[in-house]
């Protein structure tokens, strides 16, 4: 029986910490540390993810400002959205929900916001910090698994990570982090001719792919520890007989369990350590501009 890998648990951990260091920061400054969300459209997926964060941001004692734009949004209006964001003192950190309908630049979006306020940890200038070893604002996702390979395995020093998928948002950021905690790490992706006999080498593997239960026993080296990061909603016929909408991760989770040594589920895994970590990244941009303003 592999070690059940619990990100309720763990994210309610670094939760905890927010809200007390939310408490001092609303002591010294009078003021909560302010989030704002951004979601252009209506994804029904985006929604749960934005309403999730919404509901932590309250509870750890931030203020969340959610922002909901119709799905013909023009860039002007994004582009202004944001700028006004940038010139608010009460907002410490602006999350533009990815991805953005077809007609809007991403690229262009994530460069307008003011790096000090980009909690996700995607604009340029932090991806340039984070590359060279100088991180503050580290993106979500590969930071919250971080914190669950450090409390599982301890030191990640000479370790093999392999990393399947090579995204800006997790694949190449995670194994930037990787990296830097000690480890040799290799990033599999979809030219990969066999990432099977690749991601067999790892002693971590992380998974960012997005296809259902795609990674199963035969990529798994014995003992390895398995961060699977993919949220996939599928269709499966229930008990009753109609279809059932179901949340599986990348990992065929029942296949992989009995093989690996430590193992994340879904849900429950990735998934709330990516919001507690935008949490704490708001914190942490709360406190620098804060500095910065010389109060
Ligand atoms: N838990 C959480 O908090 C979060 C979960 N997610 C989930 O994580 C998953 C990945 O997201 P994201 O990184 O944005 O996805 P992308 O679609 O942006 O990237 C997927 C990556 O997987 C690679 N890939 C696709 N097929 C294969 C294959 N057969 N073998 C090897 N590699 C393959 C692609 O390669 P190539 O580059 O060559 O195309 C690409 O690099 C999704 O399920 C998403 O929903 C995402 C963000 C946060
Ligand atoms: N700018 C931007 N930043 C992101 O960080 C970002 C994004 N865009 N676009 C979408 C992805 C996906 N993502 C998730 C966050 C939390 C859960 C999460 O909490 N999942 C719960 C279950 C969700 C539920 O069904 O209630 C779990 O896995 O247990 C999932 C997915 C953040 N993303
Ligand atoms: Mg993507």
Redesign the pocket.
Known sequence: MAIRIDGKVISAQVLDGVASDAAAFLDSYGIKPGLAVVLVGEDPASQVYVRNKIARATESGLNSIEHRLPMDTTQDTLNQLVADLNADPAVHGILVQLPLPAHLDEEQIIAAISPEKDVDGFHPVNVGALSVGKESLVPC?PQGCMIMLEQVLGDLSGKHAVV????N???KPMAALLLQANCSVTI?????PN?QALAQQGDILVA????PE?IGADWIKPGATVID????VIERVGPSGGTQRKLVG?VDYAAVEPVAYAITPVPGG??PM?IACLMKNTLVAARRLQQMSGV
Do not use: E, F, K, L
């Not at 399947?164 to 995204?167: I, N, P």
């Not at 599999?188 to 990969?192: D, F, G, I, M």
């Open positions: 996702t399947v998928g090579r995204s948002i997790v694949g599999v992706h979809s030219r990969t990432p960012a792919v997005g296809r795609m990061v993919g949220i996939n990348d990735v998934g990516t």
